[in-house]
């Protein structure tokens, strides 16, 4: 079956702009996460979702970055006024249920680049 | 707040040779334990997990890693490497009975000599 997908693969902008990024899970996923991989770091956990709402934001940086997943499917990830400091590719993963047990698939991620 | 170390940052194998990369992690209680592959333009990969019981767990691709508490570690190990084992190993740590993200070591970079 299809895994999670995410779009677009690469994302460049500038400084300043907002930037909108989409994530698919794998269907009948209720749980959903997004995080962030700098350069030569390890992903770094933004938010969880379980079915529409957001169960922990905890990892957001700052209130330029949000998420949204109004149908307890696909899921947006929004930032604005984008800073060079969040380059990164942003990654997301579904899991049947919200629990450690249930594993966390990964797509492929978002490249983004602000120039 | 839960933390992960993977204290080498490269490391090279010839193929055919044993493998072990490092894990050490800092938790209160019981952690949930993972060990991911990221491959060049693939997706993150779970190798293998701990939760509880038998400390010696045995993933895909012919991995396994050994969880010791007294050590606070969670070594990956694997009899004998493949040239497509070169890749990027992660190890992470979540809440044991929690259902937020997981927190991420920094990552090995394995590098397979012929």
């Known amino acids: 079956g299809a895994g999670v997908s995410q779009t677009p693969s690469n994302k460049v902008t500038e400084k300043g702009k907002y930037v909108e990024l989409r994530c698919d899970p794998i269907s009948g996923h209720t749980a959903l996460y997004w995080y962030r991989q700098s350069l030569g770091q390890g992903p770094e956990f933004l938010i969880y979702f379980q079915g529409t709402g957001a169960a922990d934001d905890s990892g957001l940086p700052n209130d330029r970055f949000f998420a949204v997943r109004p149908e307890g499917s696909v899921s947006t990830l929004k930032i604005q006024r984008t800073e060079r400091g969040d380059s990164a590719v942003y990654l997301c993963?579904?899991?049947?249920?919200?629990?450690?047990?249930?594993?966390?698939?990964f797509g492929p991620g978002t490249r983004l680049t602000v120039l | 707040a839960q933390s992960v170390t993977q204290p080498d940052i490269h490391i090279t194998v010839s193929e055919g040779a044993s493998l072990e990369l490092r894990c050490n992690y800092s938790y209160g209680a019981t952690p949930y334990l993972f060990w991911y592959v990221q491959s060049p333009g693939q997706g993150l990969q779970l190798l293998l997990k701990y939760f509880s019981g038998d400390t010696l767990v045995q993933g895909i691709k012919g991995f396994e890693a050994e969880f010791k508490r007294s050590q606070s570690s969670f070594n990956l190990r694997k009899p004998s490497v493949h040239w497509s084992d070169a890749a990027e190993y992660f190890c992470a740590v979540g809440e044991s009975g929690g259902a937020d993200g997981l927190t991420f070591g920094k990552g090995t970079h394995l590098i397979i000599q012929p």
């Open positions: 993963a579904s899991s049947l249920q919200g629990a450690l047990y249930n594993e966390q698939f």
